[in-house]
């Protein structure tokens, strides 16, 4: 079942114990493409400026109730690391919080199912999976050179597309599969170029993402996405039908995902 990201924002986060906030953004694996975190506003209980939450601490997402249940106390997100709001995060951060609940080491450990691989900007993708090898005093060392493979859902969003030859609209949204929250789709809005259309484009179709000119870089033309099955949100629990993703994969003649 894929979900659109900007619908979970302001769902309630219940712990073991107690609410412990509402979602307020996610960030996403810009390598893989997979949400791995949720980041929570706690409101005035917690003095932290930024948490975050591991997808793999999810234990259920109830949609009637806007609530998601997770698998972590108020104690332990009290006693987790502080991260500065509104900073990025570094790779060193990170791991004190991964650590501190004990989730899973998704960097040290990469695997071809996490979703494509996505050239983004200068980013200095090998040294981000030799990380786990550094001594703690080397991670210190090295905090500023290695960056975050990390971005804020709410940073992307309205981010230009710009297909082979020419701009053609705005990210409006990311699609996800809520049972590995791997991104399967970038909802698009056209609008401006393709009046009342709406598109759907698969991650692994990008080339680049440029995070210094906020832009999307599409291998495909603007002839090909105009033509593409016009996406239409149903009134029904299921955002995307699989009959709609077989005629998306078979207009751009890609290998659909689900057959992988």
Known sequence: MLRKLNNLKGFKIHGRDDDLGKVKDFYFDQQRFRVRYLVIDTGNWLKHEQTLISTDSLKEINYGNKEILVDISSDELEAAPSLEKNKPISKLMEEKVVKHFQWPLYWSTPHPSDGPSIQSGSLIRKKLFNFENLSDQEKQAKEKEIESN???????????????????????????????????????????????????????????????????????????????????????????????????????????????
Do not use: C, M
Not at 177 to 192: G, K, Q, V
């Open 150 to 260: 990390l971005r804020s859902f709410n940073e992307v969003k309205g981010y230009h597309i710009q297909a082979q030859d020419k701009e053609f609209g705005h990210l409006d949204d990311l699609f996800v599969d809520e049972e590995n929250w791997a991104i399967r789709y970038l909802l698009i809005d056209t609008r401006n170029f393709l009046p009342s259309k709406d598109v759907l484009i698969a991650p692994e179709w990008l080339q680049n993402i440029s995070w210094n000119k906020e832009k999307v870089f599409v291998s495909k033309t603007k002839e090909e996405i105009k033509n593409a099955p016009e996406y239409r949100e149903e009134k029904t629990d299921n955002l995307v039908h699989r009959s709609y993703e077989e005629k998306l994969y078979d207009h751009y003649d890609e290998l659909k995902y689900w057959h992988q």
